[in-house]
């Protein structure tokens, strides 16, 4: 039994034996679903492009007495994820449930005003218009491919076994898309039609495919979008609560319940192709 000093998870699910993998788990969310899924019994194997990154995040959940290791993986080159399956194969043994967690926006694909006004051109702004091609292309192979490509590679290993599943993460912009970020807002959307399609698709082989779709959290990585630095919200973020019903950012925690539901078969056996919001209201909210 893991011994976290802070996470409580919402119920207990028996994942021993299971080998479970999961890309970006570098990142805040990902490292922190690992956790959990380590906490449960899983044999946990973390990629990321960040070997540091995801290395620590590996060595804490072995510190508290769980089954880890980290693999360098970068999810749009296969020869890299062909490794790093062939070495999950001797570490742990085949692959049962995937959680596709690698993705993100980029700068270049991101504009600086919500709207187009018609004195633009006067303004030292980025608008639609200045969007970088590669960057875009960036937003879409990270987030699409990068899911797509995890997939072709570790789904083989699930197709005929029992208790299998893959898990990918979506976001509320893939129901309406936010302002400043169109690459993302699309590339999510993909990934969502994506998950249903894959549902589909392996329904008659055992594997079930879902995905979740977080809100806005207040993580490090986005303190700086959110909030000032004397503590206050931002404009942005002012907007985002009052879009969110329950009034308040997603916390780490809240995103156990679904995530753990999603991946245990004995929960979710007749679950599939479906994606759980979790947003506090976002993505149902009209603004009246």
């Given amino acids: 039994m893991l011994q976290y000093e802070k996470m409580k998870l919402p119920f207990q699910i028996d994942l021993k034996e299971k080998v479970v993998v999961i890309t970006g788990a ?3 969310i990902c490292s922190y679903l690992a956790k959990a899924i380590a906490a449960c019994g899983a044999k946990v194997a973390l990629l990321d ?9 590996a060595d804490e959940i072995i510190r508290l007495g769980g089954i880890a290791k ?29 959680i596709n967690g690698a993705g993100g926006n980029s700068p270049k694909a991101t504009t600086d005003n919500e709207y187009a006004e018609l004195d633009d051109a006067s303004k030292e702004i980025k608008t639609f218009f200045d969007l970088d091609e590669q ?16 997939t072709q590679i570790f789904a083989k290993d699930m197709i005929g076994k029992k208790d299998c599943s893959i898990l990918n993460i979506s976001s509320m912009n893939a129901y309406t898309p936010l302002t400043k970020i169109p690459a993302y807002s699309g590339a999510k959307a993909a990934v969502q039609n994506f998950t249903e399609w894959l549902a ?16 806005f959290f207040s993580t490090k990585q986005n303190q700086s979008l959110l909030w000032r630095e004397d503590g ?12 969110t019903p329950m009034g308040r950012f997603g916390e780490l925690e809240d995103l156990l319940g679904a995530t753990l539901f999603l991946i245990d078969s004995k929960a979710s056996s007749f679950v599939t192709g479906v994606c759980i919001p979790i947003d506090g209201g976002f993505s149902a909210y009209s603004g009246v």
Avoid at 49 to 57: C, D, T, Y
């Fill in 49 to 57: 492009l960040n070997k540091e990154a995801v290395k620590a995040n």
């Fill in 70 to 98: 980290a693999y360098e993986a970068n999810v749009l080159k296969r020869e890299t994820l062909v490794a790093c399956h062939e070495s999950i194969v001797k570490d742990f043994g085949y692959c049962d449930i995937l």
């Fill in 200 to 215: 589909v698709h392996f329904s008659h082989v055992g594997i079930r495919v879902n995905a979740i779709a977080p809100g």
């Fill in 26 to 28: 570098g990142g805040v």
């Fill in 232 to 243: 206050t919200l931002t404009e942005r973020s002012n907007k985002i609560l009052k879009a």
């Fill in 135 to 150: 960057g875009i292309e960036f937003v879409f192979h990270l987030n699409f491919l990068g899911t797509f490509l995890p």
